[in-house]
């Protein structure tokens, strides 16, 4: 994305530290001069047909006449850039197609965001926040890390945002939405001390209902927008060498519900190969059990049709931070120092998507992020035979997270197997032990890890310098090493017993949970075991154990523990059954009080104490090696090789520590940079090939905690973030704008893009491939990236033309982006996969010259695309439809 005339490049590139940032032109520029943009991708204001970087540049006016403030509408408007919206969690950044698919809390993003020279190492601070009073947005392609921040393997966004000045500004915009959405924002500024300082506030409010209602509750809708922001700067320039600037900023927290806009589909009959899916305990079957079909104004046609939630709420988000930027000129070079802290706080209550009492929360996180970083940067002055930057960079990241799970009164009746279920909804005891077998129950749970206590440390030294061998040609070199210093404390508990705790096993992994243990053995001879011990029938030998089941965990040898389970054997069976002790109950009651355990015991999954995972300590490297040759003043020719790698993580996979490997990536490309027709015609392009090494995504692992367990021959599987061997990207990105034609600016860019897995021999199967015998993972080699089209493109055009005399100008704006088809899911399911979409956003409008006042309709989705975000075999989450707007646009 390029700019459209020599003014809007001027407006692209952010004054240098300590000067006045230029006014923008009031009129559309006579002669437009495209090759003039300029960028900062190198710590530096440099012509872009200069840098021999792949690179896409979107202009903040363009964001501000299309209403396009989000980080989703930001990257439709740049090659071979996407962004996956999950929940303002779990959202993230793809370059070439890689690193779509979310990730984990522990986990650095594959694709960067730098705002204002601080470098964001967590998805979450991009996804839930608007990007207003933007002054560019650069997209830079392949892995960076030389120059920029912290080191990433795929690529960098960096937005920068109007800086203070010292001449006066009172800027404003108001838009009415459909939904009762109101967007408005404001930008103040100019001196505070002329020539000393200056500030300048921005302030931002977006509120609207979302298009879903939820008809439980008819005030949540999905997918509703509640932000308020604002950021305050000071520009202090007390010498001509030396500036500081410093920003506050604050996004007080609020509530947007991103999760539960989800509509459910009759699940699939047959699995891939032909057999019968029984659908024993699929969501359908058991809306048909009598515990829920005797609320007659809920049927399956509801949960099919209407998006009913008891227990959906808002994800809470909110955020805060502050930077301090400061210059020096010093004998030709200048100092720089960034010092920077952020923080973010999540929360998410979810539901399972029904009006029933099943889950109070259906499993959210509650997290606590935490930045600290600090950058010190020497610039050469550009020119002469060699220029060059180094420094140093150290970033403290601290993240809490708790996974938490409430179950409600329904729970049991929602989670029974069949058999479990018609047994205890048999009578009123059974009915009582299937309410409390589940009922108020809390923990801190998650196939990672139920409480997470990160720290990530962070500290590198790089150097970039440009070789001017000769007139035509430069050979740019960077260097870089980043020591990585990661550890990860958790534990997995329960922190309520709810209702019953004395349905609670005995012990879990090593964890006294206060209860019993009974256990129906189906091995031999009908037998029961009781904490241990055989209570009826011969049982020669050890205790057996069914394959599939999970085995008896009291420890048998603790006398005190023993006589304690035994108690509450007895303790149940009288609050149940009113019988003297357990050994009075029939076998029928005995299995009621088994059955009402397992399903407690099925649910709260795998506990453990707190521990400490395998930290990941390494130095890695990171390097560019780029010549460039200029051919003439029109065109511009450039080869680069550059690596880049991310940090191993810090886990845990149901308790047991589980290190994953860095991802490193290997990026080739060739292109070229040329002015065309008089420099009407910009057209950049290039092809790129990427070799990633152990890239890190969801794989198919061995369950070493259950495998344990159950110790029956069998090996257990799970899935858990891992490496897959490799992955390979390769294709050709076009990038260009064309302003022959008076009044019009007409910009594309567009990739070809195949990601493939080159190597994936442990993917786990798919929904489809879930029946009986199938094998526990599958070899997915040479099969497409999740999450990657093969094809995207984006145009955009730019009319303006004065009108009446002159003092009006008319302008209309329009951004088509379209993806080809690709899967939305990391198992790469025939039923995961997105067709191919293209959505519209326009808008057109009268301003005076002056730019005092301007009103425009804007409309986003124009033609109502309808694709779907994602979909499994019984669900998908639809489109946001078209929304149309009026946006007044003044200075005061």
């Known amino acids: 994305m390029l700019a459209s005339s020599a003014a809007q490049a001027a407006d692209a590139a952010p004054a240098p530290a300590g000067s006045a940032s230029a006014p923008a032109a009031d009129a559309p520029a006579e002669a437009p001069a495209l090759d003039a943009v300029v960028v900062r991708s190198r710590n530096r204001i440099e012509r872009l047909q200069d840098v021999p970087l792949s690179v896409s540049v979107v202009q903040g006016a363009e964001l501000d006449r299309l209403s396009a403030y989000g980080i989703d509408a930001i990257t439709k408007r740049a090659a071979n850039v996407s962004w996956n919206l999950g929940n303002q969690r779990t959202s993230s950044l793809s370059i070439r197609g890689v690193g779509k698919i979310g990730q984990t809390e522990a986990q650095d993003p594959s694709v960067g965001t730098i705002v204002d020279g601080v470098n964001f190492a967590y998805n979450a601070l991009t996804s839930s926040f608007d990007f207003v009073d933007v002054d560019t947005v650069e997209v830079t392609r392949g892995p960076q890390g030389t120059l920029l921040g912290k080191n990433t393997s795929l690529g960098v966004i960096n937005i920068t945002t109007r800086r203070p000045s010292f001449t006066p500004t009172a800027d404003y915009s108001l838009e009415f939405r459909q939904r009762d959405g109101l967007f408005a924002t404001a930008a103040l500024g100019g001196p505070v001390v002329d020539g000393l300082l200056a ?80 659908l024993a305990t699929d969501n359908g079957t058991r809306l048909q059990r009598r515990w829920f079909t005797q609320n007659t104004g809920y049927t399956l046609a509801d949960y099919y049709n209407v ?10 988000t909110g955020s805060r931070g502050a930077a301090a930027e400061l210059n020096w000129k010093l004998a030709g070079h200048t100092l720089t120092s960034i010092t920077a ?66 179950w409600g009164d329904d729970a049991g009746a929602w989670f029974a197997t069949p058999a479990q279920y018609n047994r205890l909804d048999a009578d009123a005891a059974g009915r009582v032990l299937l309410l409390n077998s589940l009922a108020n129950v809390k923990t801190s749970y998650n196939s990672p890890t139920g409480v997470q206590d990160i720290r990530n440390k962070s500290a590198a030294v790089f150097a970039q310098a440009n070789w001017h061998l000769s007139e035509p040609l430069t050979v740019t070199t960077g260097l870089r090493f980043t020591r990585e210093d990661r550890s990860n404390a958790g534990r997995s508990e329960i922190t309520s017993n709810g209702s019953a705790p004395e349905l609670n096993p005995s012990i879990v992994n090593g964890v006294g949970l206060g209860g019993f243990d009974s256990f129906y053995n189906t091995t031999s001879t009908a037998k029961w075991v009781l904490n241990g011990n055989v209570v009826s029938g011969a049982l020669p030998g050890a205790v057996n154990v069914a394959p599939g089941t999970v085995a008896l965990t009291t420890d048998t040898t603790n006398a005190a523990l023993l006589a304690q389970a035994n108690a509450q054997a007895d303790a149940a069976a009288r609050k149940y059954f009113g019988a003297a002790n357990w050994a009075a109950l029939t076998d029928a009651q005995k299995r009621q009080l088994a059955d009402a355990q397992a399903i407690r015991k099925s649910q709260v999954g795998v506990l453990f104490t707190q521990r400490q995972a395998e930290g990941f300590r390494s130095t890695q490297p990171a390097l560019v090696l780029s010549p460039t040759y200029k051919f003439n003043t029109n065109l511009t020719g450039y080869v680069s090789y550059q690596h880049g790698e991310k940090a191993g993580i810090s886990q845990f996979v149901n308790g047991v520590s589980s290190l994953v490997k ?13 002015a065309l ?52 990207v390769k294709g050709l990105e076009v990038d260009g704008v064309y302003g022959g034609i008076p009044n019009l600016t007409l910009r594309f860019s567009g990739a070809y893009n195949r990601a493939i897995y080159k190597e994936f021999p442990n993917a786990a199967q798919p929904v489809e491939n879930g029946y009986s015998g199938a094998p526990a993972y599958r070899d997915i080699s040479g099969q497409p990236l999740a999450g990657a089209p093969r094809y ?59 730019k005092s006042f301007d009103v425009s309709l804007v409309v986003k989705n124009l033609f109502n695309d309808d694709t779907v975000r994602n979909q499994t075999w019984n669900s998908y989450t639809p489109a946001i439809p078209r929304s149309v707007g009026i946006q007044f646009v003044g200075k005061l």
Not at 344 to 364: C, I, K, L
Not at 662 to 674: C, H, I, N, R, V
Not at 697 to 717: F, I, P
Not at 823 to 830: E, I, M, N, T
């Open 307 to 316: 998006l009913s939630n008891d227990n959906q709420r808002p994800l809470v």
């Open 662 to 674: 860095p991802e490193k990536t290997d990026a080739y490309e060739l292109g070229f940079k040329s």
């Open 199 to 278: 500030w300048r506030g921005t302030f931002s409010v977006n509120r609207g209902q979302g298009d879903i209602v939820n008809q439980y509750n008819r005030d949540i809708t999905y997918t509703n927008t509640d932000r308020v922001s604002g950021r305050v700067q000071f520009l202090y320039t007390p010498t001509p060498d030396f500036s500081a600037r410093v920003a506050v900023d604050l996004q007080p927290r609020a509530g947007e519900t991103t999760n539960g806009r989800t509509v459910f589909t009759p699940t699939p009959t047959t699995f891939s190969n032909g057999s019968v899916n029984s």
């Open 341 to 406: 802290y952020k923080d973010y706080h999540f929360d998410a209550v979810n539901d399972e998507g029904t009006p029933f009492d099943v889950y109070r929360n259906a499993g959210g996180f509650w997290n606590d992020y935490r930045q600290v970083s600090q950058e010190l940067r020497i610039s050469s002055a550009a020119g002469g035979f060699l220029d060059y930057q180094g420094g140093l960079f150290l970033m403290d990241v601290h993240n809490v997270a708790d996974y938490r799970r409430w």
């Open 677 to 728: 027709l008089n420099k009407t015609l910009i057209l950049n392009a290039d092809v790129f090939l990427m070799n990633i090494k152990d890239y890190q995504q969801s794989v198919r692992v061995v369950d070493e905690y259950l495998t344990a367990l159950n110790n029956d021959g069998t090996t257990y599987y799970t899935s858990a973030t891992g490496n897959v061997p490799k992955v390979q």
């Open 792 to 850: 995207s493109f984006n145009i955009g055009a730019d009319y303006q033309r004065p009108v009446f005399g002159g003092e009006k100008v008319f302008h209309a704006s329009a951004n088509l982006a379209f993806s080809s088809s690709y899967y939305s899911d990391v198992l790469l399911s025939a039923y995961s996969g997105v067709p191919k979409s293209t959505t519209v956003d326009a808008a057109v409008g009268l301003g005076s010259r002056s």
